[in-house]
């Protein structure tokens, strides 16, 4: 029996934004008066975009409209992001905090109630909100929403799910909503397009090993430009404008095909410009920013409170050409533990130098050494020491668990775009785990393998997860991948068997619980199914799939009220989906004739109304049958 995923269609709550929000409508309005004369901020994100794929930093690539933008603004060409994964770095963006501090350390998870959102701060002081986004990392289910109005994840749907908005649909939906939002405003503009798979339109494609990456940042380049010739002249003098990206593209770079994996500087620097014409001087700095710094700048430049306990700092002093110590740049990849059970790596910026804190760890001095190829760790320890106290002081603040972790289907999503699991790991990482740098070859074919099976081909697909598995009986993702690759190959009964191991290795995972409820519904054990569907409901309460396939697990398995409750929750996170009123109805009749059967015909009567109520179009049916027609009079 295939699992049923109904998309849910719009943003759930905004608790934490209505807690900021003024509670009436007077004021409310004092909020909006207060807004006045404040400027407009546009914040445009592009995914996996290098610096040096721009031309105003390289010179190698016709960017016109970054670059007209980056030499009227206030230029930062290395910045910093904390993390090279698209999700946990957009909520530092958002929050200027580092993952540890906000929880969200890879894509799938989900961010909390806390902390605050610079959407929520700008929406309680008066601002109309919105985001367009273009990848499916930053869909609404991860939480991401919260204090925007108007949340825009509007992805086209393939055969392999959702997919990547173009640059150009994502610019029309942004420039429709600010053609009648109020003002001030604040929107957030994401791109996705360098994100690999790299397939530019024809026209935009550039020669070389890089062609396509190159032309893919060139395409969202002329959507930028379309986008802020569209906003009118003159409006930028009344608009903040920030630009930056969430992480580079490693493009081979340390045997990285593409990001994630490592913390060099080729994922983990990425520009940064700041744009508004009469306030802010046309200028460049070499300082370390970092990704944590955009929200506190944008604050104070608006008249805004700062956020309180943060982990960025303003630029203003910098923008306004004082001196401004940065702060040392934390950075870190839980992905090699998350996926694999290998060691997670961690690294500090400071000074020009920069320490990796991995199994055999990292010294590079970045000024003499930008592509980090000499380690010099032997040559300078006391360096390194200073570098390491550094990084346990930055890591000794408390940090937070992320409140639930992707389910299967989320993550298929994810998979589809080149993502090989994801997920949250309660426990802290052992000593003697594997260094990353020795596993990045196993790594690879862990990627080619997810490829052969979004081809179909998992046959293939399932004998190099066999191979990893016969060197490394434990690994993570090797075991859960391999049970879905039978589950796709038509084999439930030996993926339940494989799958039941993979969520011993992992119980929080929803994808294990989801995949296997999914295999034991197929081989006919429904309740056994329920228990995991349960388990993803926990860990994802907001999935109205994940509800409605208990529903269904539980109907099959003769429990019809508790299938009732769980399609009333179904129900309450997607009220359009015609698909759940279709199966409640179905099941309050089917309750109907459980209770007519056992002789209690007040409580049969009372299930046919509801049946009726929710599916009028059931009453022929029932009329045509002897035992329930008996109750219409």
Known sequence: MPALSPRCPAALGLLAAALLAPSTAPAEDEGTRAAAGRPSVLLITIDTLRPDALGWIAGRNDTPAIDGLARAGFRFPAAATPVPLTLPAHVSIMTALV???????????????????LAQVLRSHGYATAAFVSGYPLDHIFGLDRGFEHYDDNL????????????????????????TARKPWFAWIHYYDPHD???????FWRPGDRGAYLGEVAYTDSAIERLLASMGPGSSESRLTVFTADHGEALGEHREKRHGYFIYDSTVTVPLVLHWPGHLQPGQSEAAARLLDIAPT??????????????????????QGRVLETSPAYLETHLPWIYFGWAPLTAVRDQGWKLIAAPRPELYRLEADPGETQNLIDIYPERARELGALLRSLESRAGVTASAIADPQALAQLQALGYVGAGAWDQEPPDGLPDPKDRIELRERLHDAEEAMRQGRFGEALEVFDAVLQAEPGNRCATLRSGVALLKAGRPAEAAHRLQRAVELDPNRAEAHYALADALMRIGEPLRAAVHWREVTRLQPRRPDAWFNLAAACRSGGEPERAIAALETARELDPDDSRVLTDLAATHLELARRELAAGRGEAAAAALAKALELDPGLREKVAADVELGRLLD
């Open 156 to 179: 086209p749907e393939g055969d392999e799910g959702w997919l990547e908005r173009l640059a150009y649909d994502t610019t029309d939906a942004a420039l429709a909503w600010v053609a």
């Open 298 to 319: 944008i604050l104070e430049l608006v008249g805004l409170p700062a956020l309180q306990d943060v982990d960025g700092q303003s630029l203003v002093p910098l923008l």
């Open 197 to 203: 798979p790299y397939t530019p339109p024809r026209p």
């Open 99 to 117: 993952p540890r501090r906000h929880g969200v350390r890879d894509n799938g998870q989900t961010l909390g109630d806390v902390p605050l959102t």
